[in-house]
């Protein structure tokens, strides 16, 4: 894991393969489901189909005024690997 990394806000499901979850994302008016390696998601218990709240590990590309666009860990469900979302939303550990 990196020294400091960057996370965001997510919702964290089951994945498909034990050592994956899959998680929602909501930002910027928009939903991002991807499956990811669980080392990159931070979460408190075990999630189930409704989920839960937890975070996901980050990379920053570029940071704009008040916005920071990341590349996205793990595989984006019918979207691409790269999020726009405003610098409120981005957690330092």
Do not use: C, H
């Amino acid at each position: 894991m990196r020294t400091n990394p960057y996370w965001i806000p997510v919702r964290v499901f089951p994945g498909v393969f034990p050592s994956e979850f899959r998680v929602e994302i909501r930002a910027a008016g928009q939903s991002l489901n991807l499956l990811v390696d669980k080392g990159f998601v931070s979460v408190e218990g075990t999630p189930g189909p409704d989920g839960l709240p937890g975070r996901l590990m980050v990379d920053v590309l570029e940071k704009r005024r008040d916005q920071v666009l990341l590349a996205l860990p793990g595989e984006p469900l019918g979207a691409l690997g790269r999020l726009t979302v405003s610098t409120d939303v981005l957690q330092v550990a």
